[in-house]
């Protein structure tokens, strides 16, 4: 269980946004729904570990988070940017976060989920931003981790790829997952 409690930033003296309490627990995705600029991608950061320039406290399970154990086992984060080598192939991508989590088994069926079985010798940097989304997806279930951050992950999906991402998210959730969506829609 992740909890979030009296979370707020400040950014050049200015309050993006203040005392924003919740828990999510197992089984369960919480939708951050926002204007530009309302601290959607902040917050998800602040979650993940990736910034520290905040109030409130947060809990993994009820104890203060340890980040190295927590980022490491527990988040999956995704945001703007794809966080994959366009150099490399999709399954050269794919490889190099298997061998961050030990996860190896995933890769298959994280191909088979979104669709990219022709595609895995193709590098990155060949591929549509749509397709190079559903390679950033199929990382998330390679990473194995409880509790997703997804800033905008629909960007640059066509309908297919926003069904497949709809079905992954479910199977997700019913196996005791947890999820947190960034999303204008």
Known sequence: MLSCVNIGLELDNKEIFSNVSFSL?????????????????????????LSKDYTGKLLWNNKSINYKEYCKRSIGYLGHENAIKLDLSVIDNLIIWADLKDNHLLIPPAIGQFKLE???????????????????????????????????????????????????????????????????N
């Open 25 to 49: 627990l197992p089984n369960s995705i919480y939708i951050l729904k926002g204007r530009n600029g309302a601290g959607k991608t902040s917050l998800l950061k602040i979650i993940a570990g």
């Open 118 to 184: 022709e595609m895995v010798d193709i590098k990155c940097k060949d591929l549509s931003k749509g397709w190079q989304k559903r390679v950033a997806l199929a990382r998330m279930i390679v990473g194995g981790s409880k509790l997703w951050l997804l800033d905008e992950p629909e960007a640059n999906l066509d309908e297919e790829g926003r069904e497949l991402l709809l079905k992954l998210l479910q199977v997700k959730i019913s196996s005791g997952g947890m999820a947190i969506i960034a999303s204008h």
